[in-house]
């Protein structure tokens, strides 16, 4: 036998696992309790999992979005630099000693 649930039972039940509130408590010498606020972000976040089933795919989105556009700036930043590489018209070499640069910061002293 099917029940259909009325929208005040769903909010209920809702409200059970989402946290419609956030603390923002004092400590004894008026300095914000952090700890407690955090706690109930999490347990938000955390309802918000349990109650939106599309939820977690959302934020595994809002992450490779953000991870494309930070490796489209440093392909950006990576293309910048070899550009300039280029277009100083000379060869580089990986550098084989460092000798050179010792006698020559001796030589300045």
């Excluded at 946290?19 to 004092?26: N, V």
């Excluded at 910048?80 to 020559?104: F, I, Y």
């Amino acid at each position: 036998m099917s029940r259909d649930y009325t929208s005040e039972e769903l909010q209920a039940a809702v409200a059970k696992l989402v946290r419609a509130s956030i603390r923002r408590s004092y400590g004894a010498l008026a300095n914000r309790r952090t700890d407690l606020a955090f706690g109930d972000v999490q347990d938000a976040a955390a309802g918000v999992f349990l109650s939106y089933p599309g939820a977690p795919y959302y934020v595994v989105g809002l992450g490779r979005d953000v991870l494309l556009e930070r490796a489209e700036t440093l392909e950006e930043v990576v293309a910048d630099l070899e550009d300039t590489v280029r277009s100083t018209g000379r060869r580089t070499r990986p550098v084989e000693g460092l000798s050179s640069l010792a006698n020559a910061r001796s030589a300045l002293g």
